[in-house]
């Protein structure tokens, strides 16, 4: 069941401009990976073609032999971004509720909405709507909505990158939290690297548009993970370097 992508390549526009060329790597099934890159280096892209929402140019990617549109028709894929999109008209409960009605899943048992909301720690406000709440809260409710359909693989689009340093942490947390208890599959994409490595198992590390795997780490830290530890911040230094010889390398190309 791991995701496999090999040779994943697309190019836009014209006159064409690659914003992804021979993306390879496989994330092994309950694995949590962290894609990063600099902004334009074709993160989105990436994502969107896992989703099954853009087509690539070439290549291929599988999880469990299953093509990316397969999955999207099997409601197989929970997908967040960085903006919540909640439904402005629908109590948070509904808004949750929603998500399940249209993605049934007769085959999985499923949280209920009121139980989705105590794992992110929102029961209080069900009855609310999303405009009566601060944005930590409505990525919160975001978060449980894409529980709520009991995807196997998560595909999560920078959903911290709007919110503040203390509200990020405490999601962080409660993310790592549901995550060791579902272990569904996740891709995390971020440009922020100390992020990166307190949250996954493996790292995939992009060079500058066009996207590249400049390389990958194994992020062998026990969970919780300590910023502040030297072994935290030898794996953000490892990542720098990396990052940072991809863009040299550019810059003499
Ligand atoms: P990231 O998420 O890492 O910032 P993106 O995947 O959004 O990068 O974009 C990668 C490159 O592809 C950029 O140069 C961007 O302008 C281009 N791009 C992305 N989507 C489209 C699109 N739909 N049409 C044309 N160009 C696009
Ligand atoms: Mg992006």
């Known amino acids: 069941m791991s995701l496999q992508l090999r040779g ?12 992804l060329e021979g993306i390879d790597f496989t994330a092994e099934t309950g694995t949590f990976t962290a894609i990063v890159g600099a902004s334009g280096s074709g993160k989105s892209t990436l994502l969107r073609i896992v989703a099954g929402m853009t087509e690539p140019d070439a290549g291929e990617v599988t ?30 409960r509904d808004n949750i509720a929603l998500a399940q009605s249209i993605n049934p899943r007769p085959d999985r048992e499923l949280p209920s909405p009121d139980e989705l909301l105590e794992m992110v720690g929102l029961s209080h406000v069900a009855g ?4 009566e709440l601060s944005g930590g809260m409505q990525q919160r409710v975001a978060l449980a909505r894409t529980l709520a359909i009991g995807a196997p693989l998560w595909l999560m689009d920078e959903p911290f990158s709007a919110l503040d340093e203390l509200t990020r942490e405490a999601l962080a947390e409660d993310l790592l939290r549901i995550w060791q208890q579902v272990r569904s599959t996740v891709l995390w994409v971020t440009h922020h690297i100390p992020e990166a490595v307190s949250l996954a198992d493996h790292i995939v590390l992009l060079t500058p548009g066009p996207g590249r795997v400049a390389g990958t780490i194994d992020v062998d830290l026990a969970r919780p993970r300590d910023p502040t530890s030297p072994a935290f911040q030898a794996v953000v230094r490892q990542a720098r370097m990396i990052l940072r010889g991809a863009q040299a390398k550019r810059v003499v190309a």
């Open 63 to 92: 999880m469990g032999g299953r093509t990316p549109d397969e999955l999207r028709r099997g409601k197989e894929v929970g997908w967040m971004a960085q903006r919540p999109a909640l439904l402005p008209w629908r109590r948070v």
């Open 8 to 19: 994943v390549t697309k190019t836009f526009g014209d006159p064409p401009v690659p914003a």
């Open 128 to 131: 609310s709507y999303p405009r």
